[in-house]
């Protein structure tokens, strides 16, 4: 744990870094988004199954 070290790691890793064009972030930003809907439904699905389940008794 060499802070000098450290350091010198980041900085290489801020040089190497680059900012993404148009079509990546899109894709990127399309990928996030779908997760987002799929978590959401699956949510939904399970909240609307208990419910129904739990309006029956």
Do not use: C, W
Request: charged share 20%.
């Amino acid at each position: 744990m060499n802070p000098k070290q450290t350091l010198k790691d980041m900085a290489n890793t801020i040089k190497m870094a680059k900012k993404p064009d148009k079509d990546e972030y899109q894709q990127h930003l399309r990928l996030v988004l779908l997760g987002i809907v799929g978590v959401g439904a699956i949510g939904f699905t399970i909240q609307f199954v208990f419910s129904v389940v739990t309006f029956g008794r």
